[in-house]
Structures are given as structure tokens and as C-alpha cells.
Nanobody, 125 residues
Framework: QVHLVESGGGLVQAGGSLRLSCAIS????????MGWFRQAPGKEREFVAF????????VYADSVKGEFTISRDGAKNTVYLQMNSLKPEDTAVYYC??????????????????WGQGTQVTVSS
């Protein structure tokens, strides 16, 4: 059973940066695509970033492209989301997720098998 635990959220001023971490246990990167999603109050969960099982391919939502970076550290079994130039509209609960659909570009929540508990990111104006 894969277990995901996010950390690194918090309150930051607009223009600031945060790095979210997702610690993985019970699985290895080679078996899962990894994704970050976010959900703001009253809105549906939306895709933020994707990292393929090989670590070679990334995809970003248009709203974060150029400002957010997804990466991983195999030795630490951890996936990261570096978020720069944060805006108030980035305020949401951020979730890390793992998908067993390797070989596919998984950007939909339904394509993911395992989820973390989420970490709150609040960007003040």
C-alpha cells in the first residue's frame, strides 16, 4: 500500500515562494507517475503538475507554467513542488498523488490511485 504525506505548506505573501514535499512509502517511483493537484474552496480539484515514472517527462497546468517545478529525490523517496512568484489565486489545499498508469500522461484526478492528506497554501495580497 502506497502512503503519501505532504508538507511544506503555509502562509506566504504574493510574489513569495514555497516548496512542497511529498514523502512516499510502500512504493517506488519506477512504478508510479506522480502528480500535484490543488483544490480551492468551492472549486473542483485541478491538475497542477505531472512527473512521469521515469522522471524524464513533466507537464504543467498553463496557470503555473514557468513558475512551478516538479522534481523528485530517489534517495529520499520524495517528490517536490517548487512554487515561485506565488499569487493569491494559488491559494488552495495542495495534494500529492500517485498513478499506476505508467506510460500515460496522467493529468486527471480519476487516473490517480493514491492521495496524500493535503497541505494548505495561502497566498496573501
Amino acid at each position: 500500500q502506497v502512503h503519501l504525506v505532504e508538507s511544506g505548506g503555509g502562509l506566504v505573501q504574493a510574489g513569495g515562494s514555497l516548496r512542497l514535499s511529498c514523502a512516499i512509502s510502500g512504493g517506488t517511483f519506477s512504478r508510479y507517475n506522480m502528480g500535484w493537484f490543488r483544490q480551492a474552496p468551492g472549486k473542483e480539484r485541478e491538475f497542477v503538475a505531472f512527473l512521469s515514472w521515469s522522471g524524464l517527462n513533466t507537464v504543467y497546468a498553463d496557470s503555473v507554467k514557468g513558475e512551478f517545478t516538479i522534481s523528485r529525490d530517489g534517495a529520499k523517496n520524495t517528490v517536490y513542488l517548487q512554487m515561485n512568484s506565488l499569487k493569491p489565486e494559488d491559494t488552495a489545499v495542495y495534494y500529492c498523488a500517485a498513478s499506476s498508469l505508467i506510460g500515460a500522461m496522467t493529468t486527471l484526478p480519476v487516473e490517480y490511485d493514491y492521495w496524500g492528506q493535503g497541505t494548505q497554501v495561502t497566498v496573501s495580497s
